[in-house]
């Protein structure tokens, strides 16, 4: 255990997200993503676990440490509903909740039709799977930057 740091962010996760720079994105994926086979196509190319969780506390957690480039752009993507673009579920408004609570105001996410959210996964940086079992409980999260004033030293 660490002080200051969410105890569910175990070393490879936090290794992970030390290492992205500005612009590289992760993905949060539920338990009906094809994680492993994205995860081996991903930048670090092997799977990372939070999977005791479900994907609004494991991006609540994320979110302590991860700075969001929301504002230079929306910086957390949705799974789009098939069929149904705007549809907002119950977990993808509870994730859009812990966002907002993150940023200090509203930053509302993109919607990735399901086929392109396979496509951008296989771009990021890492996949980081959760125990999500609701469906359409995978997001992609862009990091931003912090500036050197708000460091901890």
Known sequence: ???????????????????????????????????????????????LTMENMSAPD???????????DTPLQPSVGRMEVIGKPDEIPELQAEVQTIVDASEGQPAPMYA????????EAKKAYCVIATGE??????????KGVIPAEDLAV
Do not use: W
């Open 1 to 47: 255990m660490l002080k200051g740091i969410h105890p569910a962010l175990n070393a490879d996760v936090l290794k992970a997200l030390r290492n992205m720079g500005h612009g590289d994105t992760l993905v949060v994926s539920d338990g009906n993503f094809p994680s492993d086979s994205i995860a081996r196509q991903s930048r670090i190319g092997k799977l």
């Open 58 to 68: 494991a991006i609540k957690a994320i979110l302590s440490v991860f700075p969001l």
């Open 112 to 119: 990735v039709e399901r086929m392109a959210f396979y496509e």
């Open 133 to 142: 079992t609701r469906f359409y409980g995978c997001f992609l999260l862009t």
